[in-house]
């Protein structure tokens, strides 16, 4: 898996974008870039993954670079709710890959 | 939808006592991965099963752990003899692995065990 960089930690206002950044500067062609969120005492939430296209679903946007080598997650309008640890993984989608989850980002949403 | 199951959510026991948590994986799926999430290690992959056999146990950490999947639609993951050190939360996540496609791992709440 290549390896990624993220914050430790991050606050945003509640009600605003909050944008996660992550870093994959040794991203190969076939890897996808995958968010993951655990909220305390849950188990890890799938949130989005792409490859090399924006993409957008009821949850979240991923803006992925065009060299790939970062990307940033949106949380549109971040609630309380959205207060977690967030994981940017990136690995293959075809057949079994060890998936390191790394420390990711304490996201603080404030009221 | 009935998501990831596991059981027991929280399970106290004491050192030496053999400890068997379970896990049943989202209908379908055909992956299932057992985890162990501790503050100092993080969130580790102990073992990974495909079509219920064992692929890469690499991560399990020592012969006192054993997992099992019979079926497509149970695991466990068993501790005997259980340590102190072994006290973390264990999560089991399945997934349905397709060529092509991505594979997103769906975790189940997790088992909080505490070993005095």
């Known amino acids: 898996d290549a390896k990624t960089t993220q914050p430790t930690s991050m606050d945003c206002a509640e009600g605003r974008a909050a944008n996660l950044p992550c870093n994959h500067s040794t991203i190969s062609g076939n890897e996808y870039v995958y968010w993951y969120r655990q909220i305390h005492s849950q188990g890890p939430q799938y949130i989005i993954h792409g490859l090399k296209n924006n993409e957008t679903n009821e949850m979240a946007s991923l803006i992925i670079t065009e060299d790939r080598k970062s990307s940033t997650l949106i949380l549109p309008h971040a609630t309380l709710r959205d207060t977690a640890v967030y994981y940017c993984?990136?690995?293959?989608?075809?057949?079994?890959?060890?998936?390191?989850f790394g420390i990711g980002t304490k996201l603080q949403v404030i009221p | 939808d009935a998501g990831v199951i596991q059981s027991p959510r929280h399970e106290v026991t004491e050192m030496g006592q053999e400890v068997t948590l379970r896990c049943k994986p989202i209908?379908?799926?055909?992956?299932l991965f057992w985890y162990r999430q501790t503050m100092m290690r993080g969130l580790e992959l102990l073992i990974y099963f495909n079509n219920n056999v064992p692929i890469d146990d690499s991560g399990m950490p020592e012969d006192r752990f054993s997992a099992k999947m019979p079926n497509a639609s149970f695991s466990t993951l068993k501790i005997q003899p259980s340590e102190p050190r072994d006290s973390a939360v264990y999560f089991c996540?399945?997934?349905?692995?397709?060529?092509?496609?991505?594979?997103?791992?769906?975790f189940g709440p997790g088992t909080r065990l505490l070993v005095l």
């Open positions: 209908s379908g799926h055909n992956s």
């Open positions: 996540a399945s997934s349905l692995a397709r060529t092509g496609a991505g594979e997103t791992q769906y």
């Open positions: 993984i990136v690995r293959v989608p075809r057949g079994y890959q060890k998936v390191t």
